[in-house]
């Protein structure tokens, strides 16, 4: 779906205005990211009380190894959200070393690079992913 679109369907109110904007961020990071065999694309997406990342191969449409914090494993620990987004990070990076993954190319789907996705990166670099 064009940016077009979405401001079209959404159009009034502030939030829209963020949809909109951050759809437009995603369409245009899109054009140049994409994920290969070699090196899959690892994906975050954001909601205002969850994070979940995933490492997909585009070329067969696959999702190598995936991690969020309503997995079972993070679920009910305790912590702010970024200390969450850490340890989502290091469990995708377990996971993916586990599917033979050790390069990516990251997508931040059109968020800024702060915050939690920051920490999510973070954690996924410290624990053995490059990108």
């Given at each position: 779906?064009?940016a077009?679109?979405?401001?079209?369907?959404?159009?009034?109110?502030?939030a829209?205005?963020r949809?909109?904007?951050?759809a437009?961020?995603?369409f245009?990071?899109?054009?140049?990211?994409?994920g290969?065999a070699?090196?899959p694309?690892?994906?975050?997406?954001?909601?205002?009380?969850?994070?979940?990342a995933?490492?997909v191969?585009?070329?067969?449409?696959?999702?190598?190894?995936?991690?969020?914090?309503?997995?079972?494993?993070?679920?009910?620990?305790?912590?702010?959200?970024k200390?969450?987004?850490?340890?989502?990070?290091?469990?995708?990076?377990?996971?993916?070393?586990?599917?033979?993954?050790?390069?990516?190319?990251?997508?931040?789907?059109?968020?800024?690079?702060?915050?939690?996705?920051?920490?999510?990166?973070?954690?996924?670099?410290?624990?053995?992913?490059?990108?």
């Amino acid at each position: 779906m064009s940016a077009t679109l979405l401001k079209r369907r959404n159009a009034g109110g502030t939030a829209a205005a963020r949809r909109v904007g951050r759809a437009r961020r995603h369409f245009r990071i899109r054009k140049h990211v994409s994920g290969t065999a070699e090196r899959p694309r690892l994906v975050v997406t954001r909601t205002l009380r969850n994070i979940t990342a995933q490492i997909v191969d585009d070329l067969k449409g696959h999702t190598l190894a995936s991690a969020s914090t309503l997995d079972a494993s993070i679920r009910g620990t305790d912590g702010d959200k970024k200390a969450l987004a850490t340890k989502v990070g290091t469990l995708l990076a377990e996971r993916a070393k586990a599917a033979g993954v050790g390069k990516v190319v990251f997508d931040r789907g059109g968020n800024r690079y702060a915050g939690r996705i920051a920490a999510l990166a973070d954690a996924a670099r410290e624990a053995g992913l490059e990108f």
